[in-house]
């Protein structure tokens, strides 16, 4: 009987270790593949909002990609691309470099002509609307 409860604690512990040890192999993995972004531009929305808009490229054959973010302006630029490495969602994504921003109080305008990936409206300090086309 002593047996059994020996065995089934070994089995617990193998179970711990692998998993540990899967996820650290999963974080190292993760920042292997993290694909660098940099700020191209940033702009005051509200006081305590910052329109982010960063550039990322996976490589020589791809374009670049442009994610737009909303974000509180009492951080500092690398706090805020910290946080995007950590999972911090961009509200638009696009393949266009020359989107047409302009920005009135809480309002953001975008127009946007070619492909978009992602798009979401739905942001807590600013009301964004997109005119898009595909050519």
Do not use: C
């Amino acid at each position: 009987m002593h047996r059994d409860l020996v065995f089934k604690n070994k089995n617990i512990f193998v179970l711990f270790m692998l998993a540990t040890i899967g996820y650290g192999i999963w974080r190292m993995l993760g920042d292997f593949f993290y694909l660098e972004q940099t700020i191209v531009y940033r702009h005051a929305v509200v006081d305590k909002s910052m329109l982010y808009i960063t550039e990322s490229s996976a490589g020589a054959t791809t374009s670049f990609v442009y994610k737009y973010y909303l974000y509180t302006a009492q951080k500092t630029d690398e706090v805020f691309l910290e946080d995007i490495k950590n999972g911090y969602e961009p509200f638009l994504v696009t393949t266009d470099p020359g989107v047409k921003v302009s920005i009135e109080d809480r309002t953001i305008f975008l127009k946007v002509s070619g492909d978009i990936f992602k798009f979401n409206n739905i942001v807590g300090s600013a009301f964004i609307y997109l005119n898009s086309s595909p050519f």
